[in-house]
């Protein structure tokens, strides 16, 4: 019997939270989910850190001047499982679609920034901790670990993603295609920081692993401008770094959806065909006929916690629907 090659719509969303509230964001993004699944789509992807918001304050305040806000993102934090996760998990079960959505999840007394995976039935089958934060964020979140860098096996496809200037690391790419992803989530934030780094590590990224890539980008509303920032000067400032787009790239990277750009909200839609991998990997891969045999990376698997745990296989636990709604709202 030959190996299927499914073919189904995906869907990048463009949109902006409401700011630092978890619960109406939450509400917000179950309305894209839905407009997507009603037109089609099995796949649908949001923003980095777009549960309850991105913490942009951290471009232009100083250490000591962030306590306020970093209180109101702490209390609106995502904890699993919650009755958050659960709204998210019936969401993704009532509309029959995958969801890959970006949280600021609250894990002990510390803050991460995840991206989580629902399936159709509502389980919440990965969550992949950004491995790195990138400058002003580490004032926000810890760092991630190798035993949450999923892949996951699906009826679409191999189904992965990465945050921000995560694809601008290599050894990050080469796990990744090591774990043979074919569709990608690419979760940014509000603005490109480098000239056209958005476009230019999506694109790059799907032409070196392969794979479909979801890029999926917010913006900052006015009213998040004069929320976070202290003076015209800094608005001026942040405003002055340009936008970066929502779209689908095909493994050429080649745009293959409509493109939602500026300070516009929207759906970027695309029909993935998983067979089209076969031409890319004909002509590269990486981890497999076109490897440098001489340079390998190692990706340890095993959990890395505060309170050591010998051993840890990597392996992605799933909690199931059933086990999501069996939390009761404290």
Known sequence: MSTKYPVFKAAAV???????????????????????????????????????GYPAWFYTRNLFDIGPWYHRLYQNSVEIPSP???????CAKENEVYVCTSITE????SLYLAQI??????????????MRCSSGERLIWGDGEGSMFPVMDTEI???????????????????????????HVASWPNCDVLPNDTEIASRYYAMSTQTFVLQCASFLTDEAKKEFFVNQETID?????????????????????????????????????ISKIINSKYMIDPAGHYANKYISVNLYTGENPFLKKLGGDGKQNTISYEEINAVEEL
């Open 106 to 109: 609250k894990d002990g007394g």
């Open 117 to 130: 995976w629902f399936d159709p039935k509502g389980n919440l089958i990965g969550k992949h901790r950004k």
């Open 237 to 273: 400032f942040i405003s002055s770094f340009p936008y970066c787009d929502t779209c689908i790239y095909d493994p050429n990277g080649v745009v293959i959806s409509n493109v939602v750009s500026g300070p516009n909200e929207g759906i970027a839609y695309a029909d993935i065909d």
């Open 157 to 183: 496809g191999r189904l992965g993603g990465l945050l921000c200037w995560e694809h601008l690391v290599p050894s990050n790419l080469a796990v990744m295609n090591g774990l043979n992803e074919q569709v």
């Open 84 to 90: 958050a996760i659960q709204r998210l998990s019936q």
């Open 14 to 52: 463009r949109a902006t939270p409401v700011i630092l509230d978890r619960d109406a964001t939450i509400e917000k993004s179950c309305k894209f989910i839905k407009e997507a699944a009603d037109n089609g789509a099995k796949l649908v992807a949001f923003p980095e850190g777009y549960i309850p």
